[in-house]
């Protein structure tokens, strides 16, 4: 878990996952001891920090987590699990495949990591294809163009409070968030009708955008669920001004609606906007 990094969440519905789970998801919603909404990230955080600190490294905890991330609309519970197991091997999978075999020896010492890819191997073998299935999608330092995709200007919350851009790195948003929260139907259908504007306008340079992916990902859950986009860390990257200035689901979307309808200059300026404000916020990463 990283502090500087954003999220992109799918809630289902509590009748979406199996009758032995429900019970056990109600009751953690009933329960005063779950880490809470404001403290969530922090608590995963402060978690993976731990493992990684210990001697040797755990990049992968031993167990998967219990907790979950909840919203209620009306009567009705939404569930996000963590998953924070499962999301580490998959991290940590892509992490070996990526890093040179010298280097990642370095990192974790070859029989962990061994430990870990026989376990995920396991794992892989004795569950289902929903097992692997992902409810929190993470990236650092930025928040990728694809994942405005499903989402609306007017579903924009927005929470300001002080913070100075590098000081202070919290991994919660509590008193300064910046959050975009739709319903599943309404996400696949702006992903559809994306994936459609890139496919006829730009042809095969369209994949190159990961639309395809994201409306993929959507249709693996339940058609009633919530959708959420949290810029998480990322907003102790911005101060209120830049926060406020911060479009790009509207800009993206004005940039789909320009291409479609041949306004060649007015989808490429958007387009731009989105590109080089997410461009300078991920050179930070390498900034002194």
């Known amino acids: 878990m990283l502090p500087y990094a954003a999220y992109l969440r799918v809630y289902e ?110 794992f892989k073998r004795q569950a289902d294809s929903s097992a692997l299935r992902t409810h929190i999608r993470t990236t650092a330092w930025h928040v990728p163009p694809s994942w405005f995709v499903p989402f609306d200007g007017n579903e924009r919350w ?5 913070s100075t851009p590098g000081q202070d790195v919290k991994t919660t948003a509590t008193g300064r ?51 959420e986009l949290d810029y998480g860390g990322l907003v102790h990257l911005m101060d209120d001004d830049a926060l406020q200035a911060d479009q790009s689901v509207a800009e993206l979307a004005a940039a789909l609606t320009g291409l479609d309808t041949g306004q060649e200059e007015l989808a490429y300026a958007m387009y731009q906007r989105v590109i080089l404000r997410w461009k300078s916020m991920q050179q930070l990463e390498s900034a002194n």
């Open 13 to 122: 519905p509590l009748t979406a996952f199996a009758e032995s789970e429900r019970k056990v998801w109600a009751d953690y919603a009933d329960s005063r001891d779950r880490p809470r909404r404001a403290n969530a990230l922090n608590a995963e955080h402060g978690e993976s920090v731990m493992r990684l600190l210990g001697m040797p490294p755990q990049p992968v905890p031993a167990q998967e987590s219990p907790n979950a991330y909840l919203r209620r609309v009306e009567d009705r519970l939404y569930v996000c699990p963590w998953q924070t197991r499962l999301r580490s091997w998959l991290a940590f999978s892509r992490l070996r495949g990526n890093t040179p075999v010298k280097l990642m020896d370095r990192l974790v010492p070859k029989g962990v990591a061994e430990q870990i890819a026989d376990d995920f191997d396991r």
């Open 158 to 162: 927005l929470v300001l409070g002080s």
């Open 177 to 227: 968030n910046l959050i975009y929260v739709t319903s599943m139907a309404q996400a696949r259908r702006r992903a559809a009708r994306a994936l459609n504007v890139l496919r006829r306008h730009l042809g095969d340079v369209a994949a190159n955008f990961d639309v395809e992916d994201i409306a993929r990902w959507l249709e693996e859950f339940h058609p009633h669920s919530l959708v």
